[in-house]
């Protein structure tokens, strides 16, 4: 979990607490905004493209033949990774809704259901719902 920072770390009252970065080698330490640890659209879509190609590292041959067996089969790319992996890798990304959106715009299932399990629920609108409604329709 990343501390939280700026405008959050103000209304929940921890303002002194935040993520540090050092400059230089003896380094002055200066507090880290969310979106500085982020850096924008551009590092979301790289984050997302380096969590697919990790998910594609971990591909089963024998579990995407079980999940197809068990009636899972998809339209869309499948990898055979076990919820439990999806949910370790998106330990550290719990409640980034831009990552989420970039993940679900793929078109890799495991993709899919670690967008849903990182997504901030707070934040899902009801269009995404629909798209997602629409996406697990053959």
Do not use: Y
């Not at 939280?4 to 935040?18: I, L, P």
Request: hydrophobic share 40%; glycine share 12%; proline share 4%.
């Amino acid at each position: 979990r990343l501390p939280r920072v700026g405008a959050d770390a103000a209304r929940a009252g921890d303002a002194g607490r935040g993520s540090w970065k050092t400059e230089g080698r003896w380094g002055k330490r200066s507090p880290v905004s969310r979106r500085d640890l982020k850096g924008g659209s551009l590092a979301v879509a790289g984050q997302a493209t380096a969590i697919i190609a990790r998910l594609r590292s971990l591909r089963s041959e024998r579990n995407i033949a079980g999940m197809r067996r068990f009636g899972l089969a998809s339209r869309h790319e499948q990898l055979g990774v076990s919820v439990a992996t999806l949910r370790e890798i998106g330990r550290p990304h719990r409640r980034d809704h831009a990552l989420a959106l970039a993940l679900w715009a793929g078109d890799v299932l495991e993709a899919k259901v670690l967008a849903a399990i990182i997504d901030d629920p707070k934040q899902v609108t009801p269009g995404q719902m629909e798209g997602a409604i629409s996406c697990a329709r053959p």
